[in-house]
């Protein structure tokens, strides 16, 4: 089980590192890069072309601006990839956000909210979990973790009401 995660510019990190944590919390093997589809453009090629190489099952892009990433990668790879697109600071993201859920017909990219580094990650394990049953069970887990935390904080704000 692994997911490549590659994010446009250093910059990036901050919000990425969510994505890296959130898949080695469920036990996912992650390939870590920076690689921009501007200025390291061969490189991008490269990556996307030796993925299945070394044994990448899911590709997470982020980036923010033009944030062409995911596109360039999805037009060269067969893997499902996934779009994290980076709040940039001047259209807050949106500028990011259209740029990656616009894509030409036949070359899809998945799709997360502006900084949505963890959905990323889940996302990814969703897609990996169809083949891993191990991890359809962690992720029943996580979510029955997630339901029980909001019955647990109804119960408390039910307790504060009376």
Do not use: W
Request: hydrophobic fraction near 45%; charge should be neutral.
């Amino acid at each position: 089980m692994k997911v490549s995660v590659v994010m446009g510019s250093k910059s990036d990190r901050e919000v990425v590192q969510k994505t890296v944590n959130k898949l080695k919390e469920f036990g996912v093997e992650v390939d870590f890069r920076i690689i921009s589809a501007h200025r390291t453009p061969q490189l991008a090629h490269d990556y996307a072309k030796g993925l299945e190489d070394i044994g990448s099952e899911v590709l997470i892009c982020a980036a923010g601006k033009a944030a062409h990433l995911a596109g360039v990668m999805a037009g060269i790879t067969t893997l499902p990839v996934i779009g994290l697109p980076i709040k940039s600071s001047t259209m807050d993201g949106l500028d990011s956000l259209l740029s990656v859920v616009q894509m030409p017909s036949g070359i899809p990219v998945a799709t997360v909210a502006i900084n949505g580094a963890e959905n990323a990650a889940i996302l990814a394990i969703q897609i990996l979990a169809v083949k891993y049953d191990e991890l359809k069970v962690k992720l029943k887990d996580y979510k029955k973790s997630m339901n029980d935390k909001i019955l647990e904080d109804d119960l408390s704000l039910q307790g504060e009401l009376k």
